[in-house]
């Protein structure tokens, strides 16, 4: 088989097994929070009957143009976990999921609601957090294997996360600010009647609200990618490594998500930029003072 | 046909009461009853909730509230009353601002009885509700559902 019929396997195994690893990762999540505050819980499949309700509730909208940017966020989302995982150039798929995030804050805002406005805002705030980290870990990957590839950062002798641990704590850290969960739910929360509602999602119904669902899973999956990708090297048996590693920071997620309430912007803002500055930053001076 | 069982997205207003039926809804998501279950989750958006459930009567300054909720919520919907308030207008029935139930203003299909309703009885009000759901998610498909409600304003119109 050439190059390109394999590239074609993985893009189309990855649009199909996306959300069907994203849907049952969200459903283990919920399950795992019940199980954390002695509940039973929803069943594993609870995220896809949820999905499939949505998709069979009447369409309901503000503003008709709602579903072109909905629509359009979603395309931006698969499309740059696609990226990701062909190997292609992690800066750009990075600059393709803040384009598809701005398709987010225009579908709130078109609404008009107060609440959604809210939402919309912060969610900028969030972007404005987690940006910085997630460019620094870019140049830390290109540091380290010499190139913005993710198909050449992964084939690496030693695993990235060796030179760079400093930057993984970091990215961690703002991984709870880009999945929107507590403490730094602000623009929208998982948990139902905070001050703004549902913050960015308030105006966001029926298929939308499913169209929103999945981008949601789509991004879970390319973030857990990401992070596997710190793991990842020449040796096969690293992948089954990275899986675990995936796992454990998404159980740690899950685990801070239930022990810690919403903070204020401000804080979330100092916060990354705090460890993005100290752990990321110290991270990348070392590392250009051994690669030079 | 596609069947919609396992996942009722709940709304909750609490009209003109004294807040115990209120208190025992938001009992009903604590570990205790656990009505994520059942995958009820209480959501604050109208547009986003299956079932609209209301506790407490309905006055002259709530009736428009309720009713703006009801029409934000995408179809099929269902509502709940739940407690005796709801029902009829419960023990403010003759106060000179209570229009009475939730019955006054938007149609009710299932009426949860108790003061205050007790978290089992809410939680089996809301799995009756799904039945309903899912009856006019049929409707809705076949596309028969839309006319009804037609033919009910219409008829509400002539009587008023």
């Not at chain 1, 019929?5 to 049952?24: D, Q, R």
């Not at chain 2, 996942?7 to 205790?32: F, K, Q, R």
């Not at chain 2, 008829?155 to 008023?160: F, I, L, R, T, V």
Request: hydrophobic letters at 45%.
């Amino acid at each position: 088989m050439d190059e390109m019929t394999i590239k074609m396997i993985i893009a189309i195994c990855y649009v199909v097994f996306a959300p069907l690893i994203g849907g049952l990762l969200d459903g283990i999540g919920r399950q795992i929070s019940a199980r954390m505050q002695r509940r039973v819980g929803p069943p594993l499949l609870q995220p896809f009957y949820d999905l499939g309700k949505l998709l069979h509730k009447d369409p309901i909208h503000v503003s008709p143009s709602q579903n072109f940017l909905m629509l359009t966020y979603l395309f931006f989302v698969i499309l740059t976990g696609g990226m990701i995982f062909l190997g292609m150039d992690l800066l750009l798929a990075m600059f393709l999921l803040s384009t598809a995030v701005m398709f987010l804050y225009f579908a709130a805002v078109v609404t008009g609601s107060h609440y959604s406005a809210i939402g919309a805002g912060r969610e900028l705030l969030q972007m404005v957090a987690y940006e910085p980290c997630v460019l620094l870990t870019c140049v830390a990957f290109y540091v380290v294997s010499g190139s913005f590839e993710t198909a050449d950062i992964i084939s690496g002798n030693i695993s990235p996360i060796a030179y760079m641990p400093g930057v993984f704590v970091a990215f961690v850290f703002i991984l709870t600010i880009k999945m929107r969960k507590s403490p730094f739910d602000i623009s929208t929360s998982h948990h139902p009647n905070q001050e703004i509602v549902k913050g960015i999602t308030s105006e966001i119904g029926a298929k939308n609200l499913a169209v929103y669902t999945l981008a949601e899973w789509y991004e879970t999956v390319f973030l857990m990618g990401m992070v596997a990708m710190f793991v990842i090297n020449k040796n096969p048996w690293s992948i089954l490594a990275a899986v675990l590693t995936a796992f454990v920071v998404y159980f740690l997620e899950i685990l801070i998500d239930n022990s810690s309430a919403r903070v204020k912007s401000e804080l979330m803002i100092k916060l990354s930029w705090t460890v993005t500055l100290v752990a990321a930053g110290g991270n990348l001076l070392v590392l250009m003072f051994m690669f030079g | 046909m596609y069947k919609i069982t396992r996942s009722p997205w709940v709304m909750h207003y609490d009209g003109s009461s004294c807040n115990g039926c209120d208190i025992e809804v938001l009992a009903c998501l604590t570990p205790v009853y656990d009505a994520e279950r059942f995958g009820i989750i209480n959501t604050g958006d109208p547009m986003q909730a299956d079932i609209l459930l209301i506790t407490g009567s309905i006055n002259t300054q709530n009736a428009p509230v309720v009713k703006q909720i009801y029409s934000q919520m995408s179809d099929p919907k269902v509502v709940v009353a739940v407690g005796v308030c709801a029902c009829t207008g419960g023990v403010f029935k003759d106060c000179y601002n209570i229009l009475g139930g939730a019955d006054q203003v938007i149609p009710v299909d299932v009426y949860v009885p108790g003061c205050a309703a007790r978290p089992q009885a809410i939680i089996d009000g809301i799995v009756k509700g799904i039945g309903v759901f899912q009856e006019r998610l049929e409707k809705l498909e076949n596309g028969t559902l839309k006319q009804e409600e037609k033919e009910d304003t219409e008829e509400k119109k002539e009587e008023d």
